[in-house]
């Protein structure tokens, strides 16, 4: 098992926005996690600077589905950050998606191991966002060690407006429309109960991993809803209940 190597791969295809074929063998989640390492260390030799991470397959229906207890998690970079209301090209991506979701800003570093109590008093912000996922692998196929080792399909995040935070944001109403229509509505319950619990659960496996989260970083809480195809010319906006509103286009 070469982890450089196939770390290599991944990131290749995502500098050329290229798919490539499921990995050819299987992969432990240990040795997924490294190959996600891996790569993103290619990515901050270039310059890029780790930000925050994201959480994926938080929606308690989507882990059941998938036979899986616990989620999965990436690593964001400023290059992956694009700014409220701004276009994004489609040809920087493979096969792109997007999903609603919410965004917290730490005003304090979080230790492994922590309550929602705590998760909450480290908080600076919370605000709306959107994640555009982007699995490079070929025909959007993949199993779960391939996600993982493939920075769990992160490939750019829009946060909007940051608010102060406020104690229940376990029942905030989602509408994500494109092109003005909605396609997708949900709540914030969808993220494990409640998006704190999200937090809690960052935590524990960015210090597992030897990168604590720490004041000033950005943690995606996970997907409200399902993802929807994006297509050249979409403009997508988001409005979530008491934190306002985040939007992007894709040219």
């Given at each position: 098992m070469n982890i450089?190597?196939?770390a290599e791969r991944l990131d290749t295809a995502m500098c050329d926005a290229r798919a490539v074929p499921q990995l050819p063998e299987p992969l432990s989640l240990d040795q997924a996690y490294a190959v996600q390492a891996a790569s993103l260390?290619?990515?901050?030799?270039?310059?890029?600077?780790?930000?925050?991470?994201?959480m994926g397959f938080t929606s308690l229906a989507k882990m059941?589905?998938?036979g899986i207890s616990e989620v999965i998690w990436g690593r964001l970079t400023d290059a992956m950050q694009v700014t409220d209301g701004a276009s994004v090209p489609l040809d920087r991506f493979v096969h792109p998606r997007i999903e609603p979701e919410i965004a917290f800003l730490l005003a304090a570093d979080l230790p492994?191991?922590?309550?929602?109590?705590?998760?909450?008093?480290?908080?600076a912000g919370v605000a709306p966002a959107l994640e555009l996922i982007d699995s490079r692998y070929e025909n959007f196929r993949f199993s779960l060690?391939?996600?993982?080792?493939?920075n769990s399909s992160s490939s750019a995040f829009v946060v909007?407006?940051?608010?102060?935070?406020?104690?229940?944001?376990?029942?905030?109403?989602?509408?994500?429309?494109?092109?003005g229509e909605p396609k997708q509505v949900g709540s914030s319950a969808a993220i494990l109960g409640d998006p704190i619990r999200s937090l809690v659960r960052?935590?524990?496996l960015a210090a597992a991993a030897?990168?604590?989260l720490q004041a000033g970083d950005v943690v995606m809480a996970g997907g409200a809803t399902a993802a929807e195809a994006l297509r050249r010319g979409d403009h997508v906006v988001l409005e979530v209940a008491r934190l306002g509103s985040v939007s992007v286009a894709i040219d």
């Open positions: 450089a190597a196939i260390a290619r990515r901050y030799a270039r310059g890029e600077r780790r930000v925050g991470i994201k059941e589905q998938m492994g191991d922590i309550s929602e109590a705590q998760a909450y008093a480290a908080l060690s391939d996600v993982v080792a493939d909007g407006p940051w608010h102060a935070p406020f104690p229940d944001l376990a029942d905030l109403d989602f509408t994500m429309a494109i092109g960052a935590a524990r030897g990168e604590p």
